[in-house]
């Protein structure tokens, strides 16, 4: 996300050069680029992230000379805490081995995999101007991390892992939002929040049903059947306290 969020920067001001009028534009696109994609978490990603990797005198290490020294501090910082929490000990050890990252790169015996994950596939893009994509998968890097880094950089493979596999949008969020908005409904007025998780759960989880051949349920039918079932509960309390 960050590299790609630095490219576009690049075209915004390019943008705002060729129209003098539109004067603010890269300051708008500066504010949210501060407070979001140079955050951290980001930062920290797009440093351990194997496909962003350099070769530099013969060994592959992550690309530190593409950020300023405060940056990567506030990336070092952000990887100790998330290994070691309040932890002072394991926030140590997570800061030895970043400096030993920094300092060796990817261990000889480690780096086989990494030319593959670092490789480009061109494409043209609708201007006609060749751009290259990543197409190393992202459970190829987590594999390279778990399998060939794990054994000597412990803690920041634990990072690792949590910083490639987070979120870079709030369209999960979103959806979930929208979910909960077709749920409740004015027709469902008395529905609880318990069964109304137990519904929002069952609608998604019928969605990786459907990605598997198995048939996705509808909103009505996620509500019918539980609405049934929690009525039979009902009746079933009644008749014992009878």
Known sequence: MYPVATQLRAHVKAFEEKHPTLKGVLSLFDKRYESTIRSPAMLAAYLLDP???LQEEGD???PFSKLSVPDQKDAKQFVCELYGGADKEKQAVAAKEWDLLEL???PTDCGGPVPSLVERKDITDAKGKKVGIEVAALSLRLRFWRKKLKATFQALAFAAERLLCMHATTCAAERNWSLWGN????????LGQERAEKLIFIRQNSVVLESRGRGVLFDEEVMMSLLGSGEEEEEEAVEASV
């Open 60 to 62: 592959w290490t992550p």
């Open 183 to 190: 749920i409740f409904t004015k027709a469902r007025n008395r």
């Open 51 to 53: 496909i962003y990797f």
């Open 104 to 106: 060796s790169g990817v």
